[in-house]
């Protein structure tokens, strides 16, 4: 194996739940040293959904101690002297108040990058607001409004895009600051990177905004005739692209809908003032194909349609098989969806990833590692302070 991109990277990863788990594991399929630190008691939270937990954590050391003990904060402070990444994952305030704020441990590390993942980043009225994947895409305006009836039970996308997005960004802002730090290390300064989900979110929500700015509102800035998701005739549903002028002639001549091929329907622009005379007769055409027939009809005219798969569908699709985006592997029962796009893997390799940690797998090691003796380590085990995993095998 060539020596990976980020090989020699120590990252020393308290971060609970998805966002920075996720990204610390990009960061180790790319070769840097994560040691993920979780508290003796239960661990990260994440573990109580075991699935999850392990798809984000492979590739890590496991390393159990109490950061609210003196002990603790101390033997911990010996792993950020050595480390080049500390990612958090707290409401503002909290590593402050365990002595881990970002004055502290540059002190002891005056290159240290410091990256804080939080809803809505350390400033601002929102900062201490709790808050999941669904709050920001809320409050970035990336849920359309649902119908009244169904509303209590409306959850428009799986994908956890405030999640995912942000883990995305924390790599590019940690690469970045590695980039700069290799270019002139001798001037490289210790960076707080202040990661507010929410602002990762309105970021990727960025060209839709700027478009629906340009509208009276924003159901205007959403009507799109021939662009959305349509039933079927065998109770299933598509999605519909044909936004361009050449898609939409493809599309209503593959549907024999002739009424809405003449000049007046011609420009994107004029089909979006007239949406209230194409929408229903577009919709009952559609329904009177099954998914699989209208998929067929549709792809061999060249338009831009996709069936709204389900997750067990997704992960069966013969496209993401072919691409290697789905993979079996011999220990797991299902198959496994590939942990970075298949452009990355020039730079990450899933080898890396070797199986999620047991709760405190690694801490007897990571300790030793960095100059705790033996009889120091037993004592902080025997006092809770550290756990050291038992015979729990790793996932």
Not at 63 to 70: F, H, R
Not at 315 to 335: I, K, L, N, S
Request: charged share 25%; glycine share 8%; net charge negative.
């Amino acid at each position: 194996m060539a020596q990976a991109v980020l090989a020699g990277i120590r990252v020393v990863d308290l971060s609970e739940q998805v966002p920075g788990p996720y990204a610390t594991r990009l960061l180790a399929g790319m070769g840097a040293d994560v040691i993920k630190v979780e508290r003796p008691d239960y661990g990260d939270r994440l573990r109580h959904r075991p699935v999850m937990f392990a798809a984000e954590n492979r590739g890590k050391r496991d390393l159990s101690i109490d950061l609210k003990s003196p002990e603790g904060r101390k033997a911990l402070l010996r792993l950020v002297a050595s480390a080049d990444v500390l990612v958090e994952g707290f409401r503002p305030g909290v590593m402050e108040r365990l002595g881990l704020g970002f004055e502290t441990l540059t002190e002891i590390n005056p290159q240290l990058i410091y990256v804080s993942i939080s809803g809505y980043g350390a400033t601002g009225p929102y900062r201490d607001l709790p808050g999941h994947d669904f709050q920001y895409l809320a409050y970035t305006g990336a849920i359309p409004a649902p119908q009244a009836y169904y509303a209590a039970d409306y959850v428009p996308t799986t994908l956890p895009v405030a999640d995912m997005g942000t883990s995305v960004y924390s790599v590019l802002a940690v690469v970045l600051a590695l980039l700069e730090k290799q270019r002139d290390p001798d001037a490289f300064a210790a960076c707080h990177l202040d990661i507010g989900m929410a602002d990762c979110t309105l970021a990727l929500m960025e060209p839709r905004i700027a478009e629906a700015l340009s509208e009276p509102s924003t159901s205007a800035a959403l009507v799109r005739p021939g662009y959305g998701v349509y039933l079927t005739a065998d109770g299933r549903y598509v999605s519909i692209g044909a936004l361009e002028d050449h898609f939409w002639q493809r599309l209503v001549r593959a549907l024999g809908l002739d009424q809405f091929a003449g000049e007046q329907f011609a420009n994107y622009q004029d089909r979006r003032r007239l949406m209230n005379r194409i929408d229903k007769p577009l919709r009952e055409r559609v329904s009177e194909f099954t998914r699989d027939a209208l998929m067929e009809l549709l792809v061999r005219h060249d338009v831009p349609v996709a069936p709204v798969n389900d997750l067990h569908e997704a992960a069966r699709d013969p496209h993401f098989r072919a691409r290697g985006m789905v993979y079996d592997t011999p220990d797991d029962e299902h198959p496994r969806i590939a942990e970075w796009p298949t452009a990355l893997d020039r730079f990450a390799d899933r080898s890396r990833l070797t199986p999620t940690p047991a709760l405190g797998r690694h801490s007897r090691e990571v300790l030793a590692e960095h100059g705790l003796g033996n009889a120091e380590i037993d004592a902080l085990i025997a006092s809770g302070v550290v756990r050291q995993a038992d015979t729990t095998p790793d996932h």
